[in-house]
Nanobody, 121 residues
Framework: QVQLVESGGGLVQAGDSLRLSCAAS????????MGWFRQAPGKEREFVAA????????VYADSVKGRFAISRAGTSNSVTLQMNKLKPEDTAVYYC??????????????WGQGTQVTVSS
């Protein structure tokens, strides 16, 4: 079973950039679909981005398209989320997730503990 640990969160100003990392450990011989989700206070968890096992395809939420980029090295389950032109509405706890389906739904079987991103105006 794979374990996921996020890092890279912090407090930044609007317009700044931040790079989140998700380190995978444990059962890493299998390659999974990897996704990023976020949850703001008082709101439901929402999809941010996902990447296929090979890294050949990605999908983004409309709210982050053109500003965020998800990537992985080959079939590694460790992924990054480059976030540019951050906005106050991007403030949330960001979660990394591993699963079998390339989907924007939270149908992922393994989740990290989350990392806080706060964007001040």
């Amino acid at each position: 079973q794979v374990q996921l640990v996020e890092s890279g969160g912090g407090l930044v100003q609007a317009g700044d950039s931040l790079r989140l990392s998700c380190a995978a450990s444990g059962h890493t011989s299998s390659s999974y679909v990897m996704g990023w989700f976020r949850q703001a206070p008082g709101k439901e968890r929402e999809f941010v981005a996902a990447i296929t096992r090979s890294g050949g395809s990605t999908v983004y939420a409309d709210s982050v398209k053109g500003r965020f980029a998800i990537s992985r090295a080959g079939t590694s389950n460790s992924v990054t989320l480059q976030m540019n032109k951050l906005k106050p509405e991007d403030t949330a706890v960001y979660y990394c997730a591993a699963g079998e389906l390339f989907t924007i739904e939270p149908a992922y079987h393994t989740w990290g503990q989350g990392t806080q991103v706060t964007v001040s105006s």
